[in-house]
């Protein structure tokens, strides 16, 4: 099982321009999370989705969108970067359901917007 | 809104037992705590999970007391290796248990 996978690994925008993180996760996993971490700083909830075809906003959803597209991916998307939106972007999933189970991380987008 | 409090930073030497506290005041009943570790650019990764009294695996113990309302996360021995940031997280009530929400964590500096 590859886990959690995150494409792409890097990535330089513009101020302006736009793009779509991709994430997948082949554990059968129902939830689904998208996070950003800005350096020496904690993670932050963007969204999520609790299950398939539902989402929910997270702490810090303005800027950004997202799609369950299947119960295996997520994607977030940007629509116009701004460079306070530079950040590391941590994909995640969970069983779901009860409280009693753990989030598996992916290994993150590195996005930098000039 | 279920949020935690935790020591920013904490120090220890190698071979020393550490200790973390995080306070989570407003809880909810089913909500469980989960103790997670991150590395300088990596994901976190899980490290121990409980809901009541301890509970304790290979790696490190947790204590909840009755209230519920702190746990303390004990790592014994630690190395070098244990160098990371460690959060605390419980589920938010208001979405049930999938709003997870993550607060600052704690930065453990091991010393040899």
């Known amino acids: 099982n590859a886990g959690v996978t995150q494409t792409p690994k890097f990535q330089v925008l513009k101020t302006g321009q736009s793009m779509t993180l991709q994430c997948a996760q082949d554990?059968?996993?129902?939830?689904m999370y998208w996070y950003r971490q800005d350096p020496g700083m904690g993670l932050r909830l963007i969204y999520y989705s609790a299950s398939e075809g539902t989402t929910d906003k997270g702490e810090v959803p303005n800027g950004y969108n997202v799609s369950r597209l299947n119960k295996r991916e997520f994607s977030l998307r940007l629509e116009s970067a701004a460079p306070s939106q530079t950040s590391v972007y941590f994909c995640?999933?969970?069983?779901?359901?009860?409280?009693?189970?753990?989030?598996?991380f992916g290994p993150g987008t590195r996005l930098t917007v000039l | 809104l279920a949020k935690t409090t935790q020591p920013i930073s904490m120090d220890s030497y190698e071979g020393q037992e550490v200790n973390i506290t995080c306070s989570h005041n407003?809880?909810?009943?089913?909500?469980?705590i989960t103790w997670y570790q991150q590395f300088p650019s990596q994901g976190p990764r899980f490290i121990i999970q409980g809901y009541k009294t301890k509970v304790t695996n290979e790696v490190a113990s947790l204590f909840i007391p009755a209230d519920r309302k702190s746990s303390t996360l004990s790592l014994p021995r630690v190395s070098l290796s244990d160098t990371a940031v460690y959060y605390c997280l419980v589920g938010d009530g208001t979405g049930g248990y999938n709003k997870l929400i993550f607060g600052a964590g704690t930065r453990l500096a091991v010393h040899p």
């Open positions: 407003n809880i909810a009943t089913n909500d469980y």
């Open positions: 995640a999933s969970r069983s779901g359901g009860s409280g009693h189970n753990e989030q598996f």
């Open positions: 554990m059968n996993h129902n939830s």
